[in-house]
Structures are given as C-alpha cells and as structure tokens.
C-alpha cells in the first residue's frame, strides 16, 4: 500500500471547518468515478476567502513528523484526498491525530521505492492539517489533508517509528503591482482556454479558478491541475517568490494550452480526412450501382477485366497463372485509390509484360561468345 491519490476511492461529503479561526467551511463532494476527478484540490475558505476579513493564523511548529507522499504533490491552502498504508505512516497520523494534528508532507523524488530515506524524499514540502482520518479493515487509513504552508526541511531530528524534521515555515507575503494582475488575468484566460480543450479539466473549476483574487492560491490551484510531471509540479513548490511562480505556471499552462490545441487541430483533419473518405467511397459505390443498372462498367471493372484478357494471352506457366488470377482476385476488391492498389497494379503489369512465350534459338559457338564480349 502506498502514501498517494487513491484512485476512485469515495469520500463521504464533509463539512471541513476551517481551521484558520473562518466560519466557513469547504465541502468535498463523493467521488465515484477515477475520471471525474483524480484527485480533490480545493482553497481553503473558497476561492474568494481575501474577501471575508483576516483570518487566524496557523503556527506551524519548528518539528514535523513528515509523511512521504508519492505520485504527487500536495500545495499550500489546497485539499488532497490520500491513502495511509505503510506501517510507519499509519503510526505517524495516529500520534498526530492525538497531537495538533499537523504533519510535513514530502514527496518522493521515485514513486516506486517502497521504503524512502532522507535522500529519496524533497527538501521543500508542505505543513498539512489532518482534517479526516477514516480506518479501513485492513488497517490502512483513508486521510483528507489540507496545506498550510511551504516548510523547508532544515535537519532530520528522528528515523524510528517514522521521519520527523526540524522545518523552517515558507510564508507566502501578500504581492501587489500591475505586472502581478497581468499575470493573473493571463493565467485565467489561458485556463479557461485549456478547460475548454481538455476532457480532464471541468467548468466547474474554469469557475473556481476565475473567481480567485489571491495571486499565490491562483499559481497553486493550477499548478495542482496542470498535465505535467510530479518533478515539475515540485518545481513549483519550491519557488518561493509570487511573482517568479505566477511566471513558471504560466509558461508551464501556454505550454499545455499549445498541446492541447495542436491536438485538437490534428484530430479535426483526421476527422475531416475520414469524413471525405467515407464520402468518396459512399459516392463510388452508388456510381458502380447505377452503372450495372444501366448495363454499363465502371473504370474500375472495365480495368480488372482488360487485365484478366492480357493474363491469358500472356500464355504464363501454371503455377504463374495461378498467383495472377489470385492476385486479379484481390485486386478486384481494393478501392482504386487506395496504395495498395498500385502496389498490386504494377506488379500484374509486370507479370503480364513478361515474355512467358517467347523464345529465341540458342547460340553455343565460343568464338561468337568472345567476339561479342571482347
């Protein structure tokens, strides 16, 4: 079992209190379905959250237990669903959930190894509050986490039953300035252009999206959803400047936007390339129907059967003729304009050109032979 998005799992509606002292709360609706959704990323207090007073901060303490997480990677302000099964981990949300119920959470730099050092974890994670914690009968545990802020990991302070670091807080400072809100309204547009092209980005969070005014939840919330690698996702959190970050997510989203556009323009062709094929061939075959009402033969015909005549005055050997009449069989099936049609074309072309019956008297004198070579 390992520390990732679990895949499908539902999660029961809940009403997660903000722990920030707000009144509000964000409700995570039921997952059913691994395409709905693949994993939840909501803002804390809704997207609109600078526009309901200040609110009480979190301390963050300057030891963590530090859950290693894979396939992921979890942002400040934002929900992630996960699923607990290693041994170790499970001990480290017991305490914690005896405890404040904060933890440090760290990606792993290879999802694969089962049992990470120091080494195979990032140095820049997230402090998380535990906001559900549900034991399943096999002893795993299904946790409902939300980012409080980026930690940067300063020492390793304990290995046994489960990581725990000395962290230093990376606070997010409020960003202002014309060039912060050109960013902004470029990364709303160029996300409502890849909701609009993407089947895994829904309207709903287009929606979400366009309603946020807090500059470094709009770079996160994005980065959360974006198509790009976990490494590049850990590249985000780890720029710690507002203004720098707001730029990498957006060339990272007019990258994806880009894809996401030449994919749609090449399925268009190919939609439109298979549309005229079906056309022509429809329109062929009604040619060919009207013509054998009429009596008459179509090219096509008309061609496979001057072949058949020139097949047998070229008088080929048996086995020959066989693969001729084989081959005038299956060429009599193939559209014209297919390639494989000339392929087939030219090679009868061939055999019937071939001078199966003409013969000319040999000639075995040696000093001819060494005249004409000399």
Known sequence: MQEGIKKGFEIPEIGAIDSRGSNDYVKVKALRHEKEVGMVF????GADKEEKGKEEKIIVPGELPILPLRGTVLYPDLILPIMVGRKRSVKLVDDAM??????????????????????????????????????????????????????????????EPYYKAKVEAMEDHPTQGVEIEALMMNLKNLFQRAVELAPYLTSELGTMVGNIKMPHILADLIASNLNISTSEKQAILEIFDVRERLAKVHLFLNKEVQVLELGNKIQSQVKEDMDRTQREYYLREQLKAIKKELGEMDEHSAEIKELKDRVKKAKMPPEVHAAAEKELERLAKIPPASAEYTVARTYLDWLVEYPWSVTTDDNLDITNAQKILD
């Open 98 to 159: 005896d405890s404040d119920r904060i933890i440090g959470v760290l990606t792993q730099k290879r999802s694969e190894v089962e049992d990470p050092k120091e080494g195979d974890l990032y140095s820049v994670g997230v402090a998380a509050l535990i906001l559900r914690m549900i034991r399943e009968l096999d002893g795993s545990q299904r946790v409902i986490v939300q980012g409080i802020s980026r930690v940067k990991i300063k020492e390793y302070l304990q290995r």
């Open 42 to 45: 909501l803002p804390r207090g």
